[in-house]
């Protein structure tokens, strides 16, 4: 650390205490405007980022709260906290609870090419509603009781085995069932993060890592990503300037880009993991989209550094919340303390059974097989549609359901999909999923929900409109 450096943080921390002396002694009450970045900076003879930082950290303590377009104020001991004032204050369009609440709360009459899930006709819906008939002769403690800490363990023994098929062999013992893929990931960041930590993420990343995030009020740094992954100099940069606790990735099929992690990637992200002590979390919701064996962080691993989590939300159901956890025995026998703390108990045992019931359904592998064959398929026709409109992919995948493609001409993607939204169709602009910002030009579609003719239309009016 340079002697600038250290000058530089002592000065921080005096601005820091000079707040908490004036909010202690009553000269700044609570919801009262602190001053401004600059009137501060002045009086306090430091440079107006010095206060900045100051500002911020005392923010990510909850000492101070921002409030949009008004600065900063005295937070009250018993104001609640709202995520949304966590991180920058972004434009509706591109912000990532605004996009998840549209997508979830509009009707059947609104388009959504910017979701993340499938249609309810790709989905197995014969094999939900077998289980669910089936599911009227279960036992009346499954459908009365808690279920158990680990969650069931029949489903824990099918996840086991597939995991074993991947190449991890691992016991239902290290395996953790949740109430969702994000439960899974937010009880992991209860276990390692606390306020004012950082974790690394790819730029772009699925905007929902960005918003838990937020809710832990950590900082979040982000790597540029690259069609063979996270680049792994600028990756070690950020080890060595940030200090993560954690990185959060999807190494098959990443969202947004659909591109997939190369061999020689992988091997330097744990390599680097080991040396500068980072834990991280693969996402591997999107594995079993993938038509072949993809590389997988945890499977080269072998669980030492690396947790993988899933659901069943892009395969089965979204409606049947359900995630699960695979970990080292010691970080699985904590997180199992912190889930009987946050949720008494895992999953909903009707939720586990319908699950394991669909699973183990002889049409279950079938259907996936036929995802594979229907979204390549939808891939293709939709960049061949998308094409004459300018709009080409970053990376073609080799499966799932996401194009990542760059718009014409500079066109920004957040105003394309401000005049989409008043036509009832929802999109997802690259901002959205962008820690730096600097996805502008860039739209994620879902194939899936690109079959209607209206869409590829307002595209090409918006798209082409100056």
Request: aromatic share 6%; net charge positive.
């Amino acid at each position: 650390m340079t002697d600038a450096t250290i000058w530089t943080e002592t000065r921080t921390e005096q601005v820091m205490a000079a707040i908490r002396r004036r909010i202690a002694s009553r000269t700044l009450e609570p919801g009262e405007k602190l001053p401004s970045i600059r009137g501060l900076a002045g009086t306090m003879r430091v440079s107006p980022s010095t206060v900045v930082t100051a500002y911020d950290r005392l923010a990510a303590e909850g000492v101070i709260f921002s409030r949009r377009g008004s600065g900063f104020f005295v937070a009250d001991a018993a104001r609640p906290f709202s995520v949304s004032d966590a991180g920058p204050q972004l434009d509706r369009e591109i912000d990532p609870f605004w996009v998840s609440r549209q997508s979830l709360d509009s009707g059947a009459d609104v388009l959504k090419p910017g979701c993340g899930w499938l249609p309810p006709d790709w989905m197995p819906e014969a094999a939900i509603r077998k289980a669910v008939r089936a599911l009227a002769r279960a036992s009346s403690s499954l459908l009365t009781d808690y279920g158990e800490t680990r969650g069931a363990a029949n489903l824990r023994q099918l996840l086991a085995r597939q995991s074993a098929e991947d190449g991890l062999p691992i016991g239902p013992e290290q395996i953790l069932l949740t109430s969702s893929g994000t439960q899974a990931i937010d009880l992991i960041c209860r276990f390692f993060l606390r306020p004012g930590d950082t974790v690394l993420v790819d730029d772009p990343c699925y905007f929902n890592f960005q918003a838990l995030l937020r809710a832990h009020r950590v900082e979040v740094a982000g790597v540029p990503f690259t069609p063979a992954g996270p680049d792994t100099t600028l990756f070690e940069e950020a080890l060595i300037k940030h200090k993560p606790k954690l990185y959060i990735t999807n190494s098959a099929l990443h969202n947004p880009t659909g591109a997939t992690l190369s061999p020689q990637t992988a091997h330097r992200l744990l390599t680097l993991a080991a040396a500068h002590g980072l834990v991280i979390i693969e996402d591997d919701i999107f594995a079993r989209l993938a038509p072949g064996p993809q590389p997988s962080l945890a499977v080269l691993d072998g669980l030492e550094r690396v947790i993988r989590i899933g659901s069943f939300s892009k395969t089965v159901s979204a409606s049947i919340r359900c995630g699960h956890v695979a970990a080292r025995p010691d970080w699985i026998e904590a997180l199992v303390d912190l889930q009987v703390a946050t949720n008494f108990g895992g999953p909903s045992p009707v939720a586990a059974e319908l699950l394991c019931s669909v699973l183990a359904d002889g049409s279950t592998r079938k259907h996936v097989q036929t995802l594979h064959t229907r979204l390549a398929k939808a891939r293709r026709e939709v960049a061949a549609k998308l094409k004459p409109i300018g709009i080409v992919p970053w990376v073609m995948p080799k499966g799932g359901f996401y194009l990542w493609c760059r718009l014409p001409d500079g066109r920004d993607a957040a105003e394309v999909a401000r005049a989409a939204l008043k036509q009832n169709i929802v999109l997802a602009p690259g901002n959205v999923f962008s820690v730096s910002q600097s996805m502008t030009g860039f739209m994620r579609f879902n194939v899936s929900q690109m079959g209607e003719g209206r869409v590829y239309e307002v595209l090409a009016r918006e798209v082409s409109h100056n």
